[in-house]
């Protein structure tokens, strides 16, 4: 099983940052420093300068099952941050969309939230929870980064949303953009 989870989180940053040398995250962690929540709480609700109407339309094109994309956004206070979009083709469950920061100190991608679908198992470590399937969102702490395999293993159920779009405009709406023209793709 250990195994399984490292060939997972290998492929998880190996999608999500295509610039930096893959290293162990243990490595990782100890080369950068520990954000405090409210840093984390700090950078998310950072105005982000971003054209959302970008998204209406967009389609990406599969890749091996998966519609990805990665959009790379500016900060008002000149922090630099990614958005990633990612949903399996052939299981509407299966998606994962976020907002990540391009960390200053290490040039590393720290994931500060995800909105996940309910394609898989997940168990919170810190603090230790009940196993659930069900939409999620993961959000950083920084008990996570002390404790966990990943910045962002904390995660709570919602019923924000359903679909991969939904999740989007849920973030969008969550994380610092401009969403004056209201929702995008419909949520509830
Ligand atoms: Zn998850």
Known sequence: MKGVSVMRSRFKYKFLNTTSP??????????SRVLSDDEILRYISERKRFDTSKLR????????????????????????????????????LDFSVGLLLVREDTGEDF??????????RHKNKCPLGKEFVDFHIHNATKECQEKCDHEEDFAVITNEYSTARQALDCMLRDCGFNTMQSTLFGGF
């Open 111 to 120: 994931v500060l939230r995800r909105y996940n679908g309910k394609s898989h």
């Open 22 to 31: 893959i290293l162990p995250r243990s490595e990782l962690t100890q080369l």
């Open 57 to 92: 339309n967009f389609n990406p094109k599969p890749i091996k099952g998966h519609k990805k994309k990665i959009f790379e956004i500016d900060g008002v206070d000149g922090t630099k941050f990614k958005l990633f979009y990612r949903e399996n083709i052939k299981n509407p």
